[in-house]
């Protein structure tokens, strides 16, 4: 058997006794609408028949197959060839092949009992397979091919007993169609065993609920998540722990500069593309290496005074996307200049401040394609998304106080200033302080824990968040939350009288020359004399919407300024003052009265301290058509830039109530952002009609299972809504209708609804439970807004998490000394027969690591402190390692037991016990010792009873320094 000759043979063999004996039923597979689908399901079914057939070949039992209804046409000769590709081999005519004719079924196998299989049939084939003739339709059956070509030929149909042997979670009840032959082969030879083969032949993700789909799903997409954020947290430390080891090493601000100015622009984006692609075990090992040969390699440039035009230049991987790939292959020079980093931005700070194009193609012709990539980052603000780390994590590595300085001002200079306060100050573009989310259920547990007994409730306003800048008395600045800067819009001076400025400034107090409010812009309905929420224009007297920037003053609505907190004040920050203090000195100094709504006032509040009047207070707010309510803690300090829950600040929107529905959906089309977008629809008596266009929510699975829906030419994807549907335009040429037959039903929710539509629909999941009839009806779309305005807040408490069960088998494990071998105990260790125990730290990891260190020289290691001999207590959070000694004789060393005179050193003395206080650096030395390699087995130095200083590791070490020792003690030892 070792050339294919024989091997054909063989299979011919097989077949022949098959065909021979006649035992086995016959298989008809109908290709009449293969033919009519697109080309790509074409190729698609093609390759299925091949595996049909090379499976069949292959098996001990095959199949008697045949094709029947096959044209005798051109492009069915090609495709018999290209896509099925056994009927061009060396050795087909020594193997019995299944015959391809144009016959129909019935005469195929005129003196058969013939069953078609369609899984839209009543009656179920079950049982041994006692049938002469099995016939498949050859399609995606989504239009019932099946069901129509078994009545035209007057064929008994029957569907595969999956409903009663199989419980289907999800997904279309599709197998493809060498499942179906294994299952036939499977059922004939185990006598009708109709369970044990569908369930060997049916793909995993159709028997699990769509619940556990996406809790595996998203337990997998965690675990991902969880190791890239490691790999890229530790490449951003990397590389700022090397900069800060720079910095600390007394580089100075002209050395920067000229670094900027001598170091070419191609070397950075090369050492960026090596740092972003290193990856496996030792990622962290090899990037730090890279980014300490590349400072060195810019301080030995900068020392030597190399010229920048004959720096190397190494190749960097071509990883770039294909803007610059497209860029630079139509903009290709022989010859360019690679410029300098201050160069690069010296070209984007004017490109900033101007349209004009020079400067833009000056950079396409003088950088190379990895740089380009870099700088289409850079110049779309997608850095930190490209190395995938968020901006306050790369910002924390600069120093603890780097995100406050830059939620404080938003500029890198005042982060990198020494001396930079982490206090905004006036005029200064920081970010508010904002307000975090609450969860559905327990939303009062959370209120409770966080924000105290008492509390402030404030309405929600729908509006602009801005912070309003005062200054020197008569000058303003205004920053929207997202840093942009609207002073040109809003007006900088009081002067300015038809601008918002000068429209607020008589209202403020003569005394208040310097000023920060956190405030919200709204719109004032001159006509209506209430404020309107943003984007409604059924809220407004003119019935449309309005953008914030650009109000003509001969509109009926004009800008209003809603304050919220006072942040300074002549010339002094409040912001550490506690929020109640900062109301009492908003309300009393700032604004003459609180009588203008319609111009400037402060948002009234309420203190609370009950459940039910939340609960009363969020319903009077989605009552009266506001966005929600906000609840704030009344002794917080402000702090910009962060959204926390311990912060006590919370917003209260119509998402806590019950706003699910239940819709059909009925078409697939595009938006406007070129996304995939459904058109979903509900119930209007005996016609369905289209309520909105959706385009978020629904996983790949779900997805695929609509495009499996709407995939045929000619099936159920339609350029006319059907009889039973009000439905929308189509926009796509490629988009449609589905068919009634094969509408789904969706359950969605939104965000409200604004002039009669939804705000941010999204469909959470397919109610693979429920028939089209049951949707929601068109009336209950209408009374949507009504249903939002009277929903309550969950009565339902947080899900309680029930402790892991801590069992006698989990404490032995974790109390377990690890073993090492024999031959590396060091028997002449001081160490041998002292017993010692290593408590419980923050890293077990570490822990068990210095239990078998400690054991290999000879120390009687224990899990739980006795009467032991030696302590070692070892905390990450607490960088301190304690070695508490008992006893008079320590090592061959006697010890008389006397106090310390020295009041001022913290070394501690108990009875007969001494304490040794090791600094946080000497931790980490020796915590990177221990992370090394196995050096322990070079321990051959004696004791040492003279040296002062601490040892506590193992050769290769440095002696620690002085910094490192927090205390010595006279007459000591080592341990080396």
């Known amino acids: 058997m070792r050339n294919r000759k024989k091997i054909h043979a063989a299979q011919g063999a097989r077949m022949a006794s098959a065909m021979r004996v006649n035992e086995r039923p016959k298989i008809a597979l109908d290709l009449q609408y293969m033919f009519k689908e697109k080309h790509r399901v074409q190729s698609e079914l093609g390759n299925q028949m091949q595996y049909v057939i090379s499976e069949n070949l292959d098996s001990r039992t095959p199949l008697h197959l045949s094709f029947v209804n096959f044209p005798n046409t051109e492009d069915s000769q090609k495709w018999l060839e290209k896509s099925v590709g056994f009927y061009g081999g060396l050795y087909t005519h020594q193997t019995i092949l299944p015959d391809f004719t144009h016959k129909g079924v019935k005469e195929t196998f005129p003196d058969e009992e013939v069953v078609y299989i369609s899984r839209h049939a009543r009656d179920v084939l079950d049982g041994p397979l006692n049938v002469g003739a099995i016939a498949l339709c050859v399609s995606m059956d989504t239009a019932r091919e099946a069901l129509g070509a078994a009545r035209r030929g007057r064929m008994r149909v029957v569907r595969l007993p999956i409903k009663k042997y199989v419980k289907w979670q999800q997904g279309p009840m599709y197998l493809p169609f060498p499942n179906i032959m294994r299952i036939f082969r499977h059922v004939h030879e185990s006598g009708g065993d109709w369970e044990t083969a569908l369930l060997s032949n049916i793909s995993k993700r159709h028997l699990i609920t769509p619940e556990e789909k996406e809790a595996q799903a998203q337990l997998e997409k965690t675990n991902r998540r969880k190791i890239r954020q490691r790999e890229k947290n530790e490449l951003i430390k990397t590389i700022f722990v090397c900069l800060l080891v720079a910095k600390e090493s007394g580089i100075s601000q002209s050395f920067l500069l000229m670094l900027a100015d001598t170091l070419k622009f191609a070397d950075l984006c090369v050492l960026l593309s090596k740092l972003r692609d290193t990856k496996g075990a030792n990622a962290s090992v090899i990037r730090r290496k890279l980014f300490e040969k590349f400072a060195?390699?810019?301080?030995?440039?900068?020392?030597?005074?190399?010229?920048?035009?004959?720096?190397?230049?190494?190749?960097?991987?071509?990883?770039?996307?294909?803007?610059?790939?497209?860029?630079?292959?139509?903009?290709?020079?022989?010859?360019?200049?690679?410029?300098?980093?201050?160069?690069?931005?010296?070209?984007?700070?004017?490109?900033?401040?101007?349209?004009?194009?020079?400067?833009?193609?000056?950079?396409?012709?003088?950088?190379?394609?990895?740089?380009?990539?870099?700088?289409?980052?850079?110049?779309?603000?997608?850095?930190?998304?490209?190395?995938?780390?968020?901006?306050?994590?790369?910002?924390?590595?600069?120093?603890?106080?780097?995100?406050?300085?830059?939620?404080?001002?938003?500029?890198?200079?005042?982060?990198?200033?020494?001396?930079?306060?982490?206090?905004?100050?006036?005029?200064?573009?920081?970010?508010?302080?904002?307000?975090?989310?609450?969860?559905?259920?327990?939303?009062?547990?959370?209120i409770r824990e966080n924000c105290g007994d008492e509390f402030f409730v404030e309405t929600k306003y729908d509006g602009e968040h801005v912070l309003l800048h005062k200054i020197a008395g008569d000058q303003y600045k205004w920053y929207t939350r997202n840093g942009k800067d609207f002073t040109n819009d809003y007006g900088g001076s009081s002067k300015l009288k038809d601008l918002l400025s000068g429209r607020i400034h008589p209202f403020f107090r003569k005394n208040v020359t310097d000023c920060i409010l956190d405030c919200e812009l709204m719109l004032w309905d001159k006509k209506l004399k209430k404020l309107c929420r943003r984007q409604f224009k059924s809220q407004n007297s003119e019935h449309r919407s309005h953008s914030f920037r650009h109000i003509d003053p001969l509109d009926h609505v004009q800008l209003a300024v809603v304050v919220f907190d006072l942040l300074y004040l002549n010339g002094k920050s409040i912001m550490n003052a506690p929020l109640h203090q900062r109301i009492r000195a908003l309300e009393a100094g700032v604004l003459k009265d609180n009588k203008h709504i319609e111009t400037i006032a402060i948002a009234p509040r309420k203190t609370v301290s009950a459940k039910e009047e939340v609960e009363e207070l969020f319903a009077k707010a989605l009552g009266a058509g506001e966005e929600g309510i906000v609840v704030k803690r009344k002794d917080v300090t402000y702090q910009p830039g962060t959204r926390m829950t311990k912060n006590g600040w919370f917003k209260m929107k119509a998402y806590l109530g019950?706003?699910?529905?239940?819709?059909?959906?009925?078409?697939?089309?595009?938006?406007?952002?070129?996304?995939?977008?459904?058109?979903?629809?509900?119930?209007?008596?005996?016609?369905?009609?289209?309520?909105?266009?959706?385009?978020?929510?629904?996983?790949?699975?779900?997805?695929?299972?609509?495009?499996?829906?709407?995939?045929?030419?000619?099936?159920?994807?339609?350029?006319?809504?059907?009889?039973?549907?009000?439905?929308?335009?189509?926009?796509?040429?490629?988009?449609?209708?589905?068919?009634?037959?094969?509408?789904?039903?969706?359950?969605?929710?939104?965000?409200?609804?604004?002039?009669?539509k939804f705000i941010d629909p999204v469909m959470r999941r397919i109610r693979y439970d429920k028939d089209i009839e049951e949707v929601d009806t068109l009336q209950m779309f209408k009374d949507y807004e009504k249903m939002l305005q009277n929903s309550k807040l969950s009565d339902k408490s947080p899900t309680k998490v029930t402790p892991r069960k801590i069992t006698k088998r989990m404490i032995v494990e974790g109390s377990a000394v690890p073993e090492v071998d024999a031959k590396q105990i060091h028997t002449d260790s001081p160490l041998v027969g002292r017993t010692i125990c290593v408590l419980y730290g923050t890293d077990e990891r570490l822990r068990k690591r210095l239990m078998e260190i400690l054991k290999i020289y000879g120390a009687n290691v224990v899990a739980n402190p006795g009467d032991v001999i030696i302590l070692l207590h070892y905390n990450m959070g607490i960088p301190r390692i304690y070695l508490f000694f008992s006893g008079r004789h320590e090592f061959g060393r006697s010890y008389n037991g006397q106090a310390s005179e020295d009041k001022s050193s913290s070394t501690s003395w108990r009875d007969d016990s001494f304490a040794i206080e090791m600094g946080a650096e000497a931790i980490k030395k020796q915590q990177l010792e221990c992370e090394a390699g196995p050096h322990v087995s070079s321990l051959n130095a004696p004791v040492s009873t003279t040296n002062s200083q601490i040892f506590f590791g193992w050769p290769p070490c440095d002696t620690w320094t002085p910094d490192e020792v927090l205390n010595e003690v006279d007459g000591g030892f080592t341990l080396e």
């Open 296 to 446: 060195a390699s810019c301080a030995e440039k900068c020392e030597n005074g190399e010229d920048p035009d004959a720096a190397f230049h190494p190749d960097a991987k071509k990883v770039c996307e294909v803007l610059a790939a497209e860029v630079s292959s139509r903009i290709a020079p022989e010859d360019f200049e690679h410029l300098s980093i201050a160069e690069i931005n010296e070209k984007l700070d004017h490109m900033s401040e101007s349209s004009d194009t020079e400067d833009l193609q000056y950079l396409f012709k003088n950088c190379s394609q990895d740089e380009l990539f870099w700088l289409f980052s850079m110049m779309i603000k997608n850095v930190e998304s490209t190395i995938g780390v968020a901006t306050n994590i790369i910002l924390s590595w600069l120093g603890p106080q780097a995100v406050a300085r830059w939620n404080t001002a938003r500029d890198l200079t005042e982060v990198a200033a020494a001396g930079s306060d982490a206090e905004p100050r006036l005029g200064a573009n920081f970010r508010p302080m904002l307000l975090a989310r609450l969860p559905k259920e327990g939303w009062w547990e959370v």
């Open 658 to 756: 019950d706003n699910e529905m239940d819709v059909a959906l009925v078409a697939v089309d595009k938006g406007k952002d070129e996304r995939v977008t459904y058109q979903l629809a509900v119930r209007d008596g005996d016609k369905y009609q289209t309520i909105t266009h959706c385009a978020s929510g629904l996983g790949r699975i779900d997805r695929d299972y609509i495009y499996d829906l709407s995939a045929k030419a000619e099936g159920p994807l339609l350029k006319e809504p059907p009889p039973e549907l009000r439905g929308w335009n189509i926009i796509d040429p490629k988009g449609g209708f589905i068919r009634k037959e094969h509408w789904i039903v969706v359950e969605m929710t939104a965000a409200g609804v604004r002039d009669g």
